[in-house]
């Protein structure tokens, strides 16, 4: 197997595993089992379960940013206006499209929910480092799309739209238990979702603006 593949390979075996048992349920012993390979070739690769976690990350973000800045970019530089509508398509975009394997999809997501209101220093390095640069971005274009919305404004309106967009991810079975029959996508729900409550942040803080000027 070539270096590059084993490095795949190995990737892959720590998404499931750490996906599975989380950072501290794991170890390279396990991830190596998984791996089919020595656990002195992930040492040799990552140094430690620690540069493991991260290299998962970074392999994942890099594919999942640049797209997202590219279609940004795309959207920004074309003929047409865009719509908050737009911005918020490119930002609930399935996925399943960057894993070539199935199934890991539900494994990284889960580390991204165990690093995402973590406290520690290890996740929060790991969400400013891999997923702060595409949170600036899409906050900016939410300014741009928006302009009676502040900054503060926009800030939380991104958080809160990745707690939702992390819902639509989901794939725990928990809407079907619920009674939901997912007979439509649950990102077509969710733009229309996110856009209304957004558009209520900005008309909440314009009429916030006008009493205070009335004062």
């Given at each position: 197997?070539?270096?590059?593949?084993?490095?795949?390979?190995?990737l892959?075996?720590?998404?499931?595993?750490?996906?599975?048992?989380?950072?501290?349920?794991?170890?390279?012993r396990?991830?190596?089992?998984?791996?089919?390979?020595?656990?002195?070739?992930?040492h040799?690769?990552?140094?430690?379960?620690?540069?493991?976690?991260?290299?998962?990350?970074?392999?994942?973000?890099?594919?999942?940013?640049?797209?997202?800045?590219?279609?940004?970019?795309?959207?920004?530089?074309?003929?047409?206006?865009?719509?908050?509508?737009?911005?918020?398509?490119?930002?609930?975009?399935?996925?399943?499209?960057?894993?070539?394997k199935k199934?890991?999809?539900?494994?990284?997501l889960?580390?991204?929910?165990?690093?995402?209101?973590?406290?520690?220093?290890?996740?929060?390095?790991?969400v400013t480092?891999?997923?702060?640069?595409?949170?600036?971005?899409?906050?900016?274009?939410?300014?741009?799309v928006?302009?009676?919305?502040?900054?503060?404004?926009?800030?939380?309106?991104?958080?809160?739209?990745v707690?939702a967009?992390?819902?639509?991810?989901?794939?725990?079975?928990r809407?079907?238990?619920?009674?939901?029959?997912?007979?439509?996508?649950?990102?077509?729900?969710?733009?229309?979702?996110?856009?209304?409550?957004?558009?209520?942040?900005?008309?909440?803080?314009?009429?916030?603006?006008?009493?205070?000027?009335r004062?």
């Amino acid at each position: 197997m070539a270096a590059a593949e084993t490095v795949e390979s190995i990737l892959d075996a720590a998404e499931q595993v750490f996906g599975t048992h989380g950072f501290d349920g794991s170890s390279m012993r396990m991830i190596s089992e998984q791996a089919g390979v020595t656990q002195s070739l992930l040492h040799y690769h990552f140094a430690n379960k620690e540069g493991l976690y991260t290299a998962v990350f970074a392999r994942r973000s890099a594919l999942i940013t640049e797209y997202r800045k590219a279609r940004l970019a795309q959207l920004f530089n074309g003929d047409k206006p865009p719509t908050l509508e737009n911005v918020l398509e490119i930002f609930v975009t399935p996925l399943l499209q960057f894993f070539r394997k199935k199934g890991n999809s539900a494994f990284y997501l889960q580390m991204v929910a165990e690093v995402t209101l973590a406290t520690d220093d290890r996740s929060k390095q790991i969400v400013t480092q891999f997923h702060d640069p595409s949170a600036v971005e899409f906050i900016a274009a939410l300014t741009k799309v928006l302009p009676g919305i502040s900054k503060e404004h926009a800030v939380f309106a991104y958080l809160y739209a990745v707690g939702a967009r992390q819902q639509a991810h989901a794939q725990n079975g928990r809407a079907a238990r619920l009674g939901g029959t997912r007979r439509e996508s649950p990102y077509a729900l969710l733009v229309p979702f996110l856009a209304a409550g957004i558009r209520a942040i900005v008309q909440a803080s314009d009429v916030d603006n006008t009493m205070v000027g009335r004062a």
